[in-house]
């Protein structure tokens, strides 16, 4: 993976940024305005949508040897956690975790809690487990803990290009 200057919060606007993609991709979507949240259980509830329609967005430090980390930002229905043994096996990885707090933010120019399920940073690879699919329509936290985006499931799939890796456990 190519070395980019790392994007902070402060440094750039996720939310602007991720409409602007999707205005130039000719996605269709809407911007819904709320309530400051960020978790998946309770946002659903402010959104008024299904669980499984949310993406959950956490990134993932992918441990290949003592010396060698990747990231990824791995993306789940809101009704599963992140499988690490499926990410560790699909890798052929030493180990895997959630990435420290601050290397996240840095990595996403977001707070957690507001991360899309897109990655506008070349040292931040993207995962998708196909369960996401089993929706029409998917909806997310876009970059703001105070705005979500709704929007077809194809369109995100064809913006985003993620790796399609099943990587997401139910319950």
Request: some cysteine; overall charge neutral.
């Amino acid at each position: 993976m190519q070395s980019t200057i790392p994007q902070t919060a402060s440094s750039v606007n996720i939310h602007e940024q991720l409409r602007a993609l999707l205005d130039k991709e000719g996605a269709a979507y809407r911007v819904l305005e709320h309530e400051t949240e960020g978790r998946t259980e309770f946002i659903t509830k402010i959104r008024g949508n299904r669980i499984e329609q949310a993406i959950k967005s956490m990134v993932v430090q992918v441990r290949m040897s003592k010396k060698e980390n990747l990231y990824y930002l791995a993306n789940v229905p809101g009704d599963c956690r992140v499988d690490f043994d499926a990410i560790k096996a699909h890798f052929n990885a030493d180990s895997i975790g959630m990435a420290p707090r601050e290397k996240a933010e840095k990595l996403t120019g977001c707070v957690i809690g507001s991360i899309p399920p897109f990655s506008f940073n070349a040292s931040l690879g993207l995962l998708a487990d196909p369960r996401i699919k089993e929706n029409e329509e998917v909806v997310f936290n876009a970059g703001s803990l105070e705005r979500s985006i709704f929007m077809k499931m194809e369109d995100y799939f064809r913006i985003a290009n993620p790796q399609v890796v099943s990587i997401a456990l139910r319950g």
